[in-house]
């Protein structure tokens, strides 16, 4: 009997730690973070469960709708978060893009959310292309590349929503070899994280396309579940003060902490104090 008793406090207190992760992107998986994270979380009591995007790759998942890829996009994250649900609230780690499924996922279903981690926000989009285009221009400048003058042009021209100009400007980013390491601190675990995106993990461009061609802005529905905002003191990506000036129209009960050994994937450089921090925010 007394076997069977422990057993179920296990389980139960399981339950209470349950995590959460929605990835970045999009036309990116939370693949990196399954295989990076999950034994970390669980040694500190977490149950972490990372959700994938719709895509091609992964035929057998929720299915990839081309036409409306950003609703779909939506649909598949609240159905991962209702799969997972059980009778104990769960955590969310909201990284990066995937913080624009958080109205969506608030308005459904905050009686079942107990913590919102959002980690290095990105939901002004037009600040962030702007940040990636104007670096990979200047460093095709520095390398003298060509294609500094065609990007410096789609910066010129830039404008919301997503058109054909920003588009462009991404492939040309993408082409460029050195655009990763804008995103890191640590240059050891961005290889390290980058080794899980293969196969049916790979990236996903007509994802990535898709659904910022059909992305669209909500009126953010204010919440009392209690948000935890990280972010890496190194990020060059997303535009932190304009970040933090615009989820306050979401939340009530908000901390922000600064990061100060990371850059945009401090979840991932400083795996250990972000958990920390959730704990303390459990308590």
């Given at each position: ?10 389980r139960y207190l399981y339950q209470m ?191 990535f396309f898709s659904v910022r061609k ?70």
């Amino acid at each position: 009997m007394a076997v069977v008793f422990i057993e179920r406090i296990k389980r139960y207190l399981y339950q209470m730690h349950k995590v959460l992760f929605f990835h970045g992107g999009p036309g990116l998986n939370g693949n990196p973070e399954r295989h990076l994270l999950t034994d970390l979380y669980k040694n500190a009591g977490f149950d972490l469960q990372c959700w994938d995007e719709p895509s091609l790759l992964r035929p057998e998942n929720h299915p990839f709708n081309e036409e409306d890829a950003f609703v779909n996009y939506l649909q598949s994250a609240e159905l991962f978060l209702s799969e997972n649900y059980t009778d104990q609230p769960l955590i969310l780690i909201i990284y990066c893009f995937s913080s624009h499924l958080l109205d969506h996922l608030l308005r459904r279903h905050s009686d079942k959310i107990r913590l919102t981690v959002l980690v290095t926000p990105d939901f002004c989009l037009a600040a962030s292309d702007n940040n990636i285009f104007s670096f990979v221009e200047k460093d095709f400048r520095d390398h003298h590349d060509a294609r500094a003058d065609q990007l410096l042009e789609i910066i010129k021209n830039y404008h919301e929503p997503f058109d054909e100009n920003t588009a462009s400007g991404w492939r040309l980013a993408v082409e460029n070899p050195r655009l990763f390491t804008y995103y890191w601190q640590d240059i050891e675990q961005m290889q390290k994280y980058l080794k899980h995106y293969e196969g049916q993990y790979g990236l996903d461009p007509l994802s990535f396309f898709s659904v910022r061609k059909a992305w669209r802005e909500v009126e953010p529905t204010p919440s009392a579940v209690p948000l935890l905002v990280l972010y890496g003191k190194y990020d060059r990506i997303v535009s932190v003060n304009r970040e933090l000036g615009f989820i306050p129209q979401y939340f009530h009960n908000i901390k922000s902490i600064e990061l100060t050994q990371s850059s945009h994937y401090p979840h991932i450089e400083e795996a250990g104090k972000v958990i920390e921090l959730i704990k303390s925010a459990l308590a």
